[in-house]
């Protein structure tokens, strides 16, 4: 009764069969499906079983040999042969040969499926990822996905904008997507970090020197305002800048003119303003040892980057993706954390943020011995998953715990628990014969 729909069929030229199911016998295939099991016909118009059957007189079959192809007991195919004119064609031997080819093919077509399988998947995650990635930024939380919009919004503009977050939350990234999805894109980006450089030399690698402006000046040297014109300058660490040296940099951000060291000849350029630090520059400012006018000419607009741990699935999602990138990186053969490195990685607390992550995840790739990374790869405790049950045990056990627990807030009175649990007394009776305990306790004792 069922329709037959073949998916695929070859013959033994090799030629796709459009209109297999014609040229099938459906009934002697309806026969395979049912039972999972070879059958072999010899002379089907004389076949008690499929004399009648319309598809065997209509295609005037005599041998047929077919099996089916299993894959754990599952049937994703078979092997139809099929003969209209030799009697007697196929033997048990025949059956024997089919058999033990249909077992290989069985094995290729799972494999097949399955790396279909793996591959539609692969593809859905790779989406899912690619809609969660802003360049070379990850996140799917609500903070991030807000912080992206407002990128997205500031970036067309010239606006000079501060990035503030803790240490390894992404600032640098932020900085140089802005320039990326600016009309600077093609231009320079330039960093310099203002925490990095001796406070003697700060001033002339931002403005650059002429010969002989001090000791070392062996020739006129540009500075960093000079190579980012036209492009993005972005300062690093901006919290560092000694004061005395803000009051310049205020001064050649607002008139768009620099001064080398050691010369008076100003130099126009055309620069966009990017700012970051990880302090408080309101606390700093307060204390003294920020110029507010200065925080106010870098702040006209902030994004702030949430630390990690207000990223809630974030840190799975960029570990992921951490994982993926590194592991092509230093091919790898690394595949991914394990349940208990997944767990970890969401519950550890990560002082260092992203890069930290980022530290552990290139070790532990590096130093891994399987192809699944662990906790201990991670320098992460692992234990953080409860043992697994089977389902039927960890039912059993929430069962066990359940009625222990409202047997307790009932002081052990079993007429209340089971009205409670809406169950027969005799249920809470047997569980507490079982958990061997006081079986001689009176009934209903405190009713
Ligand atoms: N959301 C993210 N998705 C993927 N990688 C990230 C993400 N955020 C940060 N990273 C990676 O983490 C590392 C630290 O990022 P970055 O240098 O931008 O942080 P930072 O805030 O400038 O840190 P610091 O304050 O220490 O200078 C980088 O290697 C970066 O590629
Ligand atoms: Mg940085």
Redesign the pocket.
Known sequence: GEELDVKVARNLNRENIADAVTQLSDSIIAKVVRTRKPVIVSDALRDDEFASSKSVIHLKVSSVICVPLLDRGRLIGLIYVGNDSIRDLFQQDTLRVLSIFASQASLIVANALLMNELRIDNKRLHERLEQYRFG????TSPL?QAVFRKVEKISATDISVL?T???????????REVHNRSPRAGKPFITINCGAIPENLLESELFGHVKGAFTGAVANKQGKFQAADTGTLFL??IGEMPIELQVKLLRAIQEKVVYRVGDTRPETVDIRILA?T?RELEKEIANGRFREDLYYRLNVVQVE?PPLRLRGE?VLV?AR??LSRYAREYDAKVKGFSPNAAVAIRKHNWPG???E??NRIKKAIVLCESSVIGPDDLGLTGDVLPQILTLADAKDKFQRDYINEVLALNNGNRTKTARDLGVDPRTVFRHLEKEGGEPGEAEGSSM
Do not use: F, P, Q, S
Request: proline letters at 0%; charged letters at 30%; hydrophobic letters at 40%.
């Open positions: 070379e930024i990850v996140g991030m990035i977050g803790e240490t390894g939350t992404g600032k640098e990234l932020i900085a690093d660490e970051a990880n980057l974030d960029i993706y951490l943020n992203i890069r992550l980022e």
